[in-house]
């Protein structure tokens, strides 16, 4: 099995990526010209190395699929680590003879302190590891990139790490980041926002993140999360709205 990871500028977060898959039978990394050390972390872990531009998320991941020796693929982003019940679980998976073509994993974000197992970001399902014969990354896709299966899909118990966020700074430039790229994407579709969207689904979001999936049982962090990821509805929606009334060039 092949382990992909894309980077550009990962080297304070890198190395716990690529000590959490040691295990596998091969490790590439594509980089998009880091500036930092990323590239000989990298290569000093026995990753094999590429040097790509970059042509978006997607794209990139297909390209290290491509790259890869073996056809079985497991995807992590530099800011993730594969728990050690993850590991094991894929490692009897593929020992014993895959049935399904592609896994969905869940996923626990570490934020402010602590793991954060309520709201939107849980059980944050990702299809990560799957046969590179029957799945590709949805190259249409700009933000929230994800691999489409040709056959079977089904889930394992183990979690994948994520590293979300160093603080509040970091997670609102992010937000403001991915907003840009869903309006852009949605714009491009055709689809607009309407003034009654942008005033109802950011506090629905709220209500559905701190109740509904107990964002209450997080304390002040799932408070918080629960709050940014409403922020982040209507940052998208009202970039759509004001893209879709921009005067033309």
Wanted: charged share 25%; proline share 4%; no cysteine.
């Amino acid at each position: 099995m092949s382990v992909t990871i894309i980077t550009k500028n990962e080297a304070a977060r890198l190395d716990a990526a690529l000590a959490s898959v040691a295990w596998a039978d091969e490790i590439v990394v594509v980089d998009a010209g880091s500036s930092d050390a990323t590239a000989d972390i990298a290569r000093r872990s026995g990753a094999r190395v590429f040097i790509e531009g970059w042509p978006g998320f997607p794209q990139q991941k297909n390209r290290a699929a491509d790259l890869a020796t073996h056809d079985w693929i497991l995807s992590i982003d530099a800011d993730e680590r594969v728990s050690p019940a993850l590991a094991g679980e894929i490692g009897a998976l593929l020992a014993a003879g895959p049935a399904a073509r592609g896994y969905r994993v869940p996923r626990v974000t570490r934020a402010f302190g602590r793991e954060l197992r309520a709201t939107d970001w849980y059980p944050d399902w990702q299809l990560r590891l799957y046969d590179r014969r029957a799945g590709r990354w949805d190259e249409s896709r700009t933000v929230h990139e994800s691999v489409r299966v040709e056959g079977d899909v089904t889930t394992l118990r183990g979690e994948l790490l994520h590293d979300g966020y160093h603080d509040l700074s970091e997670h609102l430039q992010k937000i403001d980041r991915y907003t840009t790229l869903a309006a852009e994407a949605n714009a491009a579709r055709g689809r607009d926002a309407s003034l009654l969207q942008i005033a109802v689904h950011p506090p629905l979001a709220f209500l559905r993140n701190y109740v509904l999936r107990r964002g209450f049982t997080a304390g002040a962090a799932g408070l918080v999360v629960s709050a940014m990821n409403s922020w982040y509805v209507f940052l998208k929606l009202a970039k759509l709205w004001e893209r879709r009334r921009r005067p033309a060039p």
